[in-house]
């Protein structure tokens, strides 16, 4: 439970972002859309809550979903793109076929904005908005959200395939990828701290639960149970089993126990690293990791947007106008 102390730091930090994000920087403002389309808060709290309400694993599939997104070419929403005809998505790259959730969402929340604000809001901002709104839904912080995005007219099925992180990726690996999109290793650290919610797939942590040191033997017997070396690719586990569902710190405390589910999980948890530093410190300290959590998600919400002119504002968020 974070402290007092704690909490009234979290919520300076998002008041600090709020003031940094509406000063116009990346041209997104938490305001951009208060004229125009006043109900949007509201529509996406609304849909949110009851999409979570009749399945709580939704909220870990929307921050997933954000995440995918801006990790290709920026927030530009490109993720929910659909694969038509000639045009080729991201949707069936490696890391996103037949795993990414919450596409029907999104789609919910568009259909309810455009009667009241129609050609008004981009895609990019609503899965901005849902995956904070999730977040919190689940217990975690909520971050200052500049907003302004506008959907892009193309997609990189390349880029999802190469620029999304491994769950078998490396420490080194894995600060390369956040770093080429400009976050630090604190910002990866924190940023992995994600996977207090969701699940994963067998074929995802086979190889870590079948054959890795750096996993604690108990744990790996258990979930060998459901993912033998071979067979049951399908068969999920949760990231986190000390609080399924819940955002909090225990990740980290799991990878004290060499506990955690990934590989790329437990590689933050090596001795004399920086990440190993920040995991000890995340999993003492609830309020670092959320303070971390937020100010990292602020940085990857404003990955590459397209303001102004670019991109357009798509009236169906699969497919481009």
């Not at 050609?119 to 959200?145: F, H, K, M, N, Y």
Request: charged share 15%; net charge negative; aromatic share 8%.
């Amino acid at each position: 439970m974070a402290s007092a102390s704690g909490r009234f730091g979290i919520s300076f930090l998002i008041v600090f972002m709020t003031l940094l994000v509406s000063s116009g920087r990346g041209q997104l403002s938490s305001s951009f859309y208060s004229e125009t389309c006043p109900i949007l808060p509201v529509t996406v709290s609304l849909v949110t809550r009851t999409a979570l309400f009749l399945d709580p694993s939704l909220g870990a599939s929307m921050l997933r979903l954000f995440f995918h997104d801006c990790f290709v070419n920026g927030c530009d929403g490109s993720v929910l793109l659909d694969d038509d005809g000639s045009f080729v998505g991201e949707k069936n790259a490696g890391p996103n076929a037949n795993s990414l959730r919450g596409f029907e969402v999104v789609d919910t929340i568009k259909t309810a904005v455009e009667i009241e604000c129609p050609q008004t809001v981009s895609c990019a901002d609503i899965l901005a908005l849902a995956a904070r709104e999730s977040v919190a839904l689940l217990g975690g912080p909520s971050w200052a959200l500049g907003l302004g995005r506008r959907d892009s007219t193309t997609a990189s099925l390349s880029g999802a395939n190469s620029d999304l992180p491994s769950p078998a990726s490396s420490i080194p690996q894995l600060v390369s990828a956040f770093a080429a999109k400009g976050l630090s290793a604190r910002d990866m650290t924190a940023l992995s701290g994600a996977h207090t919610v969701g699940q994963a797939r067998c074929v995802n942590f086979r190889d870590h639960v079948n054959g890795d040191a750096n996993i604690d033997a108990s744990f790996a017997e258990q979930r060998r149970r459901s993912c033998p070396a071979s067979g049951g690719d399908g068969n999920l586990a949760p990231l986190d089993e000390q609080t399924v569902g819940t955002f909090d710190n225990a990740y980290f405390q799991n990878l004290l126990e060499f506990r955690g589910l990934l590989h790329s999980d437990q590689v933050l948890y090596s001795n004399g690293t920086q990440e190993s530093s920040l995991v000890q410190l995340y999993a003492s300290d609830s309020s670092a990791f959320e303070a971390d959590f937020a100010a990292a998600m602020v940085k990857m919400s404003n990955l590459s947007p397209l303001t102004g002119n670019s991109g357009e504002i798509r009236m169906n968020c699969r497919s481009v106008n």
